[in-house]
């Protein structure tokens, strides 16, 4: 009965209410915190530097397409994306709990899950409009300054851009539910962000040497077991998405691993799907965590 | 009720029942387990044993309908430093329900209408504490749970926030106050319950209370000469706890007995150059409770 009772609160108006107020909390809060609008800020700049600039790694100086831009920011997305997650997200819970704001605005009628899913949708908001804004202008005015364009692969660039912080908020909150201190919410965030960008890309060259050779992977024809495996990464399954999308991407990786990305055995739905595990499964574990902490 | 932390137990089958209506003083030193009671109460902690009932409601299960009709006051009210005075009003009252209305009516009830664009961490203790008590009528609440209302305030304030408590109960709303200061409860409290080391020492009507106590007040003596003074009242039976602290006798006697002892001074020819008399204290208190095997 309860059960069903729970059920029947995804219907409540009440509910709705509550969580989009603490997301607009959220939104407001955040858009006042002068980091975000330094990464907003540098997302544009970026965009624009990398399409003009980034072809001096090929001695001339002119507008490359989107496509090519986006091969060129992957890099700089790849840590400037999470980064921005981590610092909305891992101090959500603890510093509001560590100040107090936590035990007033629970001493209201209002469910700790409800706290959580208004605080994602409030943070993943402000990344989504940063990114939007900073990498969508960019592209804008790259758009203006070159002959071929081609919006469609720029978009996705965009959206499982936008993903892929949504995921990087979810761990962050979830550690941000663990620890009691903010620091240490802090530090287990900046660790997964370095673990899943640096470590796991040695960690992976390691195993491919002590498993099945180095000459294996160069030629691009690692065991199946060895691509399934990097999905347990979202930086990687971020990385595949585009590959099976973005031309110039697909093309460096075709000469790089010989393969085609199909080789992969989930296509471009698949990795979205896995990107919306990843951002629920920390999700749900902070839901259940945050029922049990005692808020002093 | 108990509840414990890490093996440690905070909250010792507490058993206690607030009338409506009343203002009922929760009295105990700095840890005795007063503010973990409330958090269980508001439903911020879960008891280890025990339940807690609210209008009949169990707090346990009923969370959201209970919250409806409590305003809390936290111990160390924080509110979200970057949004202003009405967002933060305004967020609270989304959160509850309330038509935003409310916001206006707190502001200008607790003459806060100056502060309302003000970043709330640029707010001093003072209009923090005021805008803590004025959240807890958001949504017309029957119960209002104020941990430590008056800690920290300077005098003017902490008169306020006095007065604003009594207003409350004449408006019919029933008062779960904790204090750490006797006299604070004394003057504002129907009711009290004395919690020292998680567990309920007494728990009565103020007055009766007191009397049953028999408290003492502290008097304090600037006299020469010292030795001879303190020989003095050790012989006097209703004097308890006469000692020297620095150039001071200090000792404690019942407040019809005050006159006696400097008539005695007076009559040894003692020279007194000042003397003080502090009311009752929680010390005192416990020295009662604990003396007297209550």
């Known amino acids: 009965m309860r059960g069903f009772e729970k059920f029947k609160l995804l219907y409540s108006k009440e509910m709705w209410i509550r969580i989009s107020s603490i997301a607009k909390k959220e939104i407001i809060y955040n858009f006042r915190n002068r980091w975000v609008i330094f990464l907003s800020l540098l997302f544009l700049g970026l965009s624009i530097l990398v399409s003009f600039y980034g072809t001096s790694l090929e001695t001339q100086r002119d507008w490359m397409g989107l496509q090519d831009t986006i091969v060129y920011m992957i890099t700089y997305i790849e840590y400037m994306v999470p980064i921005l997650g981590v610092i909305l997200g891992y101090s959500t819970i603890v510093r509001e709990c560590q100040d107090g704001s936590m035990e007033l605005l629970l001493s209201y009628p209002v469910d700790r899950g409800e706290v959580l899913a208004g605080k994602f949708l409030g943070l993943w908001t402000v990344l989504s409009i940063s990114v939007i804004v900073g990498l969508g202008v960019g592209g804008v005015i790259i758009s203006l300054m070159v002959e071929e364009v081609v919006f469609a692969e720029y978009y996705l660039f965009i959206l499982s851009s936008v993903i892929l912080g949504g995921v990087y908020i979810s761990i962050s909150m979830m550690f941000s539910v663990i620890f009691v201190e903010e620091r240490s919410a802090m530090s287990a965030s900046v660790f997964i962000l370095f673990f899943f960008t640096f470590i796991w890309l040695f960690s992976m060259y390691a195993i491919a040497e002590l498993t099945f050779g180095w000459e294996l992977l160069e030629l691009g024809q690692p065991p199946r077991w060895y691509f399934m495996l990097q999905l347990f990464n979202p930086v990687m399954l971020w990385y595949t998405l585009l590959a099976l999308n973005i031309v110039p991407l697909r093309d460096w990786a075709l000469e790089f691993g010989g393969k085609e990305p199909e080789i992969h055995p989930y296509n471009t739905w698949v990795m979205i799907a896995l990107l919306v595990v990843w951002i629920a499964v920390p999700l749900i574990i902070s839901e259940v965590l945050f029922n049990k902490k005692d808020i002093d | ?294």
């Open chain 2, 1 to 294: 009720m108990i509840k414990r932390f890490n093996g440690f137990e905070a909250v010792s089958g507490l058993d206690l029942k607030v009338e409506r209506g009343d203002i009922y003083g929760f009295l105990g030193p700095n840890g005795a387990g007063k503010t973990t009671t409330i958090r269980v109460m508001i439903g911020l902690m879960k008891p280890d044993k025990g339940s807690i009932k609210i209008g009949g409601l169990d707090v346990d299960e009923e969370r959201s309908d209970i919250r409806k009709n409590i305003g809390y006051l936290p111990e160390r009210v924080s509110f979200y430093g970057n949004l202003t005075v009405s967002e933060n009003l305004e967020f609270l009252c989304k959160v509850k329900g309330c038509s935003l209305g409310t916001v206006d009516v707190l502001l200008k009830d607790f003459k806060l209408e100056d502060q309302r664009n003000k970043k709330c961490r640029n707010l001093s203790k003072g209009m923090t504490q005021r805008l803590g008590i004025a959240q807890t009528l958001i949504g017309d609440p029957d119960l209002l749970v104020l941990d430590e209302p008056t800690a920290g305030l300077d005098p003017n304030v902490r008169r306020w926030v006095k007065k604003k408590i009594l207003d409350l109960k004449g408006s019919g709303k029933t008062i779960f106050l904790s204090s750490h200061v006797l006299s604070e409860v004394q003057e504002l409290c129907d009711r009290v319950g004395i919690l020292n080391e998680g567990k309920m020492l007494a728990e009565d009507d103020v007055g009766t209370l007191g009397s049953k106590l028999s408290l003492k007040d502290r008097l304090e003596f600037n006299i020469q000469p010292l030795k001879k003074s303190l020989e003095l009242v050790q012989n006097l039976e209703f004097v308890e706890r006469s000692r020297i602290e620095g150039n001071k006798l200090v000792f404690y006697c019942g407040t019809n007995k005050k006159m006696d002892i400097i008539q005695k001074f007076l009559d040894e020819d003692m020279d007194i150059t000042d003397f003080s008399v502090k009311e009752p204290d929680l010390e005192e208190v416990f020295v009662r409770l604990t003396a007297g095997g209550q």
